[in-house]
């Protein structure tokens, strides 16, 4: 049984940092990359980050970048999403979900069409004025 599991959040003042875990489970012999998405009250989910098996293919949407930086380490099957001087706006439940794939260029153009297979429960962040 595949899972995800996001763990970091909470709350946190404008300008602090989190870094939020996606712990990985269940996929075998298969190649995978992840995306961070996040949602908040009374808004759609909105794509935040994603990267590539390898590492490769990272992207960011606008309002992140320069803030949040995305890492894995495949031998602890965990992805990660360091964010830096967080803003009110940032408030969200923040989701990993999982895009499986057997060619790492073909898993990066599925990120890159919002492609996911498997999805987290979610974490809570909350950036406080």
């Known amino acids: 049984q595949v899972q995800l599991l996001e763990s970091g959040g909470g709350l946190v003042q404008a300008g602090g940092s989190l870094r939020l875990s996606c712990v990985v489970s269940?996929?075998?012999?298969?190649?995978?990359?992840v995306g961070w998405f996040r949602r908040a009250p009374g808004r759609e989910r909105e794509f935040v980050s994603g990267i590539g098996w390898s590492g490769g293919g990272t992207r960011y949407v606008d309002s992140v970048k320069g803030r949040f930086a995305i890492s894995r380490d495949n031998a602890k099957n965990t992805v990660y999403l360091q964010m830096d001087s967080l803003k009110p706006e940032d408030t969200a439940v923040y989701y990993c979900?999982?895009?499986?794939?057997?060619?790492?260029?073909?898993?990066?153009?599925?990120?890159?069409?919002?492609?996911?297979?498997?999805w987290g429960q979610g974490t809570q962040v909350t950036v406080s004025a």
């Open positions: 269940g996929i075998y012999n298969t190649k995978y990359g």
């Open positions: 979900a999982a895009s499986l794939g057997i060619i790492e260029s073909v898993i990066e153009r599925r990120i890159g069409r919002g492609e996911f297979d498997y």
